[in-house]
């Protein structure tokens, strides 16, 4: 009976954890800010530079902070669909731009659309790292409380929204489905 | 002979390439620090790297992030909690013994204990068997 039992254990062990780890994207690693309210900034806006935009502008509603730039391909991917996400007016989105040129972000938002209500322009990228940012494009879920409740780490699209950001906003919402 | 002779070659050609260009901390002490630090400290976007060795972007951002605490009188401790709130455990290469990472540290003894303890059976077992004939 344990002759079998324990190798049948062993292998049932093994199976289940290579299973769970060979399934996860080693790229994607869990941020230790879910859960905890938005690092503060203080950051100039990209087409108004006499403006700032603060995490206090996120709070207060259930917001995304997109982290973008045009030197950064992915970002270019999910460009259109955040353009059309910010069109259904289900969230409002806000950008980070991560270490880029001005003239260059403003000149792609004019050319692609601008989903953003505001984008903080981050030129050193101090910012970025006090949100833990490694690889653009990365999205923030925060909540109306200022409190970071997803982070998605790659280019966003329709699939990814369905699946991991609307049934998390539907439920701060409070609303279920 | 040949094959030290060839691991004293290759360990001499990595340690020329120098990826941290910066220039050293004019304090000695606050040097070895960092150096020890960018080589504890994992970068996130080239993971089987750490910041001292990495050319990416945000390595060199995170080593200058490192060199400005050090000059700022952080300690090791502070800085390493710096990057551990920000990136996760995973940022440090040997981290902090807490129970996100218990397995990690504990894990390999327990599979070395359940090996050891597997191997004990069998030979237990074996010892016990009669050996080709002679008589039990």
């Given amino acids: 009976m344990i002759r079998t039992l324990v190798p049948a254990t062993l292998f049932a062990v093994l199976v289940v954890f290579f299973w769970t780890g060979l399934n996860l994207n080693p790229s994607e690693i869990p941020s230790p800010l879910i859960g905890k309210p938005a690092p503060s900034f203080d950051l100039p806006q990209l087409r108004n530079p006499g403006a ?7 709070a207060g509603e259930i917001s995304l902070l997109n982290v973008w730039a045009t030197w950064c391909a992915g970002c270019r991917l999910e460009h259109d669909f955040l353009v059309q996400l910010s069109r259904t007016g289900e969230v409002s989105i806000y950008g980070l731009n991560y270490k880029d040129n001005r003239a260059d972000a403003i000149a792609w938002l004019d050319g692609l659309g601008d989903p953003y209500r505001a984008s903080a322009f981050d030129e050193e990228g101090r910012v970025s790292i006090d949100w833990g940012v490694y690889g653009a494009p990365e999205t923030f879920l925060v909540d109306a409380g200022g409190v970071v409740r997803y982070k998605h780490i790659g280019p966003l699209d329709e699939e990814i929204w369905r699946t991991k950001l609307l049934p998390r906003i539907r439920l701060m919402r409070g609303d279920g489905g | 002979m040949r094959v030290l002779l060839a691991v004293m070659l290759f360990a001499a050609a990595t340690a020329a390439i120098a990826i941290d260009d910066s220039e050293a901390l004019a304090d000695p002490v606050l040097q070895e620090r960092y150096v020890r630090l960018a080589n504890e400290l994992r970068c996130l976007v080239c993971q089987n ?12 951002d995170l080593r200058q992030q490192v060199r400005e605490m050090l000059l700022n009188g952080a300690t090791d401790r502070e800085i390493l909690d710096y990057m551990v709130d ?7 290469y040997r981290p902090d013994f807490n129970p996100r990472t ?4 504990i894990g390999p003894f327990l599979l070395l204990a359940v090996g050891l303890a597997i191997i004990a059976a069998l030979l237990r077992r074996y010892t016990r068997m009669p050996v080709d004939g002679a008589p039990d």
């Fill in chain 2, 102 to 105: 218990y397995a990690l540290w």
């Fill in chain 2, 49 to 60: 790297q750490s910041i001292a060795d990495s050319t990416a972007d945000l390595a060199a």
């Fill in chain 1, 52 to 58: 700032r935009l603060t995490e206090r502008d996120l």
């Fill in chain 2, 86 to 92: 920000r990136y996760g455990d995973f940022v440090r």
